[in-house]
């Protein structure tokens, strides 16, 4: 596979950006599925969940947003379950889809976690963007990713590198 030059990486992650703002995100409750959106509070989440100081957004599907076999993703899902686990602090199945279902990826949503936590768990199974936000703010996305010159309209964006 070559290597993007640095515009084409640039244009990537501005598609891959403006994709996942457009997402929808979805958490579980009871077997009823509710809205997450980048850029608005999620008060049902925090009524849920009210000693939770912070809320994120994650999945280990499909590492740097580049497609991989379900079995793989599969595997990797387990393994984030697992890490989530081990952490001893509450999470819930969730998903992120594209607004015409034309891809959608089993996720989960964490509550408590620090953010410095959250991030490494985000590198350990390769996401781009993940969402993370304190209790009572707005849900914002987080780009594992240097922002890109020609990014416009990313107020509700993290960048991280």
């Known amino acids: ?46 009524m849920a969940h009210p000693d939770a100081s912070s809320f994120g957004f994650i999945s280990a599907w499909n590492p740097g947003s580049v497609e991989r076999p379900e079995e793989d993703n599969r595997t990797a899902d387990k393994a984030l379950h697992d890490a989530l686990l081990a952490s001893g602090l509450p999470f819930r199945a969730g998903f992120a889809s594209a607004p015409n279902r034309s891809w959608r990826e089993p996720s989960w949503v964490t509550m408590g976690m620090p953010v410095a936590q959250f991030d490494a768990l985000a590198g350990q199974f390769g996401q781009l963007g993940t969402l993370w936000w304190a209790s009572n703010a707005a849900v914002r996305m987080r780009m594992h990713a240097a922002r890109p010159h020609d990014m416009q309209d990313d107020r509700y964006i993290d960048w991280l590198k």
């Open 1 to 46: 596979m070559p290597i993007p030059s640095s515009g084409d990486a640039s244009r990537r992650i501005v598609s891959l950006a403006r994709a996942y703002l457009d997402a929808d995100y979805r958490w579980e409750l009871a077997g009823d599925w509710h809205d997450l959106r980048v850029g608005l509070p999620a008060p049902g989440l925090e």
